[in-house]
């Protein structure tokens, strides 16, 4: 099957029908019926019209001209040359395709029994056409359950235009973004993030803030893998959140432009793709603009602390900032089998958050204390990932051998101000709170793949992830306001953190009697930790090795539908956010910290999936789960002598999720599109420490329901609505959010522009959420308002021209770290 691979994507678009391969390595219809055989043969030569130029990997489609169907196909060689040979005697119709010029169709082609057609020169017209009149690629669902993972193609969807990665993944079935942007899938927050298959060392600082930073018009699809097999780092409970971003890899100059206005995020952003020959260039960059109001009021009951038995809190403030990307990757083939890739993307964002929180202590009905802060966040923050890639198809198709290498940096600042103002609203003192980090991670990987006879494929490798995090954090105050700062020795040090890990891992992946395939893995890291503290001169070690399986398996049954089980043990190991011993005290009542002593989580999952489609556009995927984590990294709130609730990290929890998730998707009206997703689960939480004497549980669900519908003139609408029930911690409970959207879409230049009216949470001028903590020494109740209403204004515009592809780029092998627990939006 020579190069078949390369092409099989531009064929699928160039024919209505789509082909497989069969053990003889040659394409057949996908047409369930038997197919007539003969002993004919039907042959000829594609050239390009007006030279004698052959095509190849031509796409030639032999319909019956009988029954209207596609009886078989094949593809031209490098010479342009083709055959269909076992061909019934009959009358057909033969079409000739490839992407970039006219489909011709030679009609009639009459054959006899044992009968030889040369149908001799087929000449295709064109070379060149515009982009509007190529990119008719499939009709692609929102949403699309394949063999591991749920798709959700982010760039069919209207209601993105304008937004953010965290306004993306806000309509993933499964996932649950709330009002600060931290993310949870099914539940669980212990998930990973990567951008296009790889780790960015801004994800292990921060993943909300991150999320901000990425254009939603530059994100093509995000990928959801629930039961990662032993290929992929040992990552913890919930799974892996694949977020792939724009690139085209036709050949010739195109690309497209977006600007969007809204009275919460404005951005301008595009792409720009460039392919001659071998070589292949694709940029994607990107600036936005944020402007978020909020407030919140928060109560405090105390019990049992000398002078207070009640704190009340009132804050109200904003955030705003400005964001940058920018990315750039070049692929080279080095020959037919063997290819080079590199990449640089930069991210970049300088944001603030300005508010004035007033606290007011009470003793019974008398006020004890209060004060004012006057807070000012500042957040500057440079990041980037380079990545190194080489790929080599070996003798046998499908045998593979490839070395990758990734390096990632995130250099953060993290300096928060504050004017503290006594009972009579004057300044009595200043405080600063500094902190610069950066967090990164050199990876070498080398995975070879060997195939076998009847569908067997074994997969090997191993992985080196060498870490490294530093964290400079000062705590200055001056008090009275006007004498100069001083540091607090206790509050100030420099934590240096080292983290290795070595891994191996092999996989088997076969067929039983053509109905059962399997995939066994098996994966072993080694890890090793050295955390200091400098000034302190205090260390961490830790030194540990973790043997980590995994099964899949799944039974074909009739009718498209299909039965899976997997199982598989992961580890995660938690990152700066979680290990940062820097205090947040924006908040003199309310404080953060890390802790550099934790250690990895070990989790089992289970999960048994039902999945079935009909060729009309209507699937159904069900699943049922059971997640088990016995040393679960908690966070869990403990009160002082003073009333300062601290807020730090540790691994004092069992965590169990036991639960069911359904997702369907539908047409309906011909040019309609309607998906639906309900996840139902139930959450079992548990210290298991004397620390903490906590517990609790509740059942909790999510559903989502997506809409579109394509009128006439180039006019298309969708409608998106999300409700997520009240969610359970350790000490407390988040209440239930509710998010809709809408979205109208008007094409113009010909297809080749569009503008987008969008709006969101149109009912409702804010957003309310209630958080609540309760220890036996204080219980606590926030409330939170986010101004979420917005009204936005897009304007795309699609540029260029592209020519025949003569050879496609190949499947690209990337790294993936996605071992590490991140913190989510908290302190970095």
Do not use: C
Not at 234 to 249: D, F, L, Q, R, V
Not at 278 to 288: D, E, H, I, L, P
Not at 583 to 593: A, Y
Not at 804 to 828: C, E, F, L, M, Y
């Amino acid at each position: 099957m020579k190069n078949l691979i390369l092409l099989a994507l531009a064929g699928m678009l160039a024919v209505p029908s789509t082909f497989g391969q069969t053990p003889q390595d040659r394409p057949v219809p996908a047409a369930s019926q038997a197919i007539p055989k003969g002993n004919g043969k039907i042959s000829g030569v594609v050239l390009e019209e007006g030279g004698k130029k052959p095509i190849e990997f031509a796409t030639i489609s032999l319909v019956d001209k009988a029954s209207g169907k596609t009886v078989d196909g094949t593809v031209s060689d490098d010479k342009g040359r083709f055959s269909l040979g076992k061909v019934a005697a009959g009358s057909y119709q033969v079409s000739v395709s490839f992407l970039g010029y006219e489909t011709k169709v030679v009609d009639p082609v009459t054959l006899g029994p044992k009968e030889e057609v040369n149908i001799g020169v087929v000449a295709l017209k064109g070379g060149t056409k515009a982009l509007d009149e190529v990119a008719v690629v499939g009709d692609k669902l929102l949403v699309e359950d394949k063999v591991d993972r749920l798709v959700y193609n982010a760039e069919k969807d209207l209601t993105n235009t304008g937004g953010t990665a965290t306004d993306v993944l806000k309509k993933v079935p499964g996932l649950t973004v709330d009002l600060e942007g931290n993310v949870a899938l099914r539940g669980s927050s212990n998930l990973r993030v990567l951008i296009n298959n790889k780790p960015s060392a801004i994800m292990a600082t921060n993943v909300s803030d991150a999320l901000q930073q990425i254009p939603a018009d530059l994100i093509k699809s995000v990928e959801v893998i629930t039961s990662p097999s032993a290929k992929y780092d040992a990552e913890g409970t919930a799974g892996i959140i694949n977020i792939i971003t724009k690139k085209n890899s036709l050949q010739g100059l195109n690309g497209n432009v977006t600007g969007s206005y809204g009275n919460r995020i404005s951005a301008v952003n595009g792409t720009v793709n460039y392919r001659k020959g071998k070589v292949g260039v694709n940029t994607s960059f990107g600036q936005s603009w944020r402007n978020n109001p909020m407030e919140s009021n928060r109560e405090t009951i105390y019990q049992g602390i000398p002078g207070i038995d009640r704190l009340r809190q009132a804050m109200k403030g904003k955030r705003e900032g400005e964001f940058q990307l920018l990315q750039v990757g070049v692929d080279y083939e080095l020959s037919k089998k063997s290819s080079l890739a590199a990449g640089i993307r930069m991210q970049s964002g300088e944001f603030a958050y300005s508010n004035l929180l007033t606290s007011t202590q009470y003793l019974g009905e008398a006020v004890t204390a209060r004060n004012t802060r006057r807070n000012r966040s500042e957040f500057d923050n440079l990041n980037f990932d380079v990545n190194l890639d080489f790929t080599k198809q070996l003798a046998k198709p499908g045998q593979e051998i490839s070395v990758l290498g990734l390096v990632s940096r995130s250099n953060r600042e993290n300096y928060h101000f504050a004017d503290i103002l006594n009972q009579e609203q004057l300044l009595a003192g200043k405080e600063q709170n500094l902190n610069d980090a950066y967090n990164e991670e050199k990876t070498l990987q080398i995975d070879y793949s060997h195939p076998f006879k009847n569908k067997h494929l074994l997969e090997m490798g191993a992985k080196a992830i060498l870490r490294s995090a530093e964290s400079d954090f000062r705590f200055l105050v001056a008090n009275p306001a006007a004498s100069p700062f001083k540091e607090v020795p206790g509050r100030s040090d420099v934590f240096a953190y080292d983290q290795n890990v070595g891994a191996a891992y092999a996989s088997y992946e076969f067929s039983l009697n053509k109905k059962y395939n399997l995939k066994l893995g098996s994966r072993y890291e080694h890890t090793q930790v050295e955390g200091d503290f400098i000034s302190s001169k205090s260390t961490v070690q830790q030194s540990y090795g973790n043997f980590i399986p995994s099964l899949a398996i799944s039974r074909s049954l009739k009718e498209n539908q299909t039965l899976k089980f997997n199982y598989t043990k992961r580890i995660q190991r938690p990152q700066l956010g979680y290990l940062n011993p820097f205090e947040n005290r924006i908040d003199t009542f309310n404080i953060q910290v890390g802790n550099p002593n934790l250690s990895a989580e070990i989790t089992h999952a289970y999960e048994v999936g039902y999945s079935t489609f009909s060729k009309k556009g209507t699937s159904v995927n069900a699943t049922i789960f059971w997640r088990q984590t016995n040393n679960a990294i908690e966070a869990f709130i403990l009160p002082t002598s003073e009333g300062v609730n601290y807020t730090r990290f540790g691994n004092i929890g069992r965590n169990a999720s036991y639960g069911a998730s359904l997702f369907g998707n539908t047409k309906f009206l011909e040019k309609g599109n309607l998906s639906g997703n309900v996840n139902v689960f139930y959450v079992d939480l548990e210290s298991q420490t004397s620390l903490l004497n906590a517990s609790n549980a509740s059942m909790m669900y999510q559903a989502n329901m997506n809409a579109s519908y394509g009128f006439n003139k180039g006019i298309s609408a969708q409608v998106f609505g999300q409700f997520n029930s009240r969610r359970v911690t350790l000490q407390g409970k988040t209440s239930a959010l509710a998010l809709y959207s809408l979205a109208v879409k008007k094409d113009i230049l010909q297809k080749n522009g569009s503008l987008t009216v969008g709006v969101e949470n149109f009912f409702s001028g804010t957003l309310k959420q209630k958080s609540s903590f309760k220890t036996p020494v204080a219980e606590q109740v926030n409330t939170m308002y986010l101004y979420n209403r917005q009204v936005k204004v897009s304007a795309n515009y699609k540029f260029g021209k592209i020519t025949a592809v003569k050879s496609q780029p190949r499947r690209k092998k990337k790294i993936n770290n996605d071992d590490a627990k991140s913190d989510g939006d908290t302190n970095g």
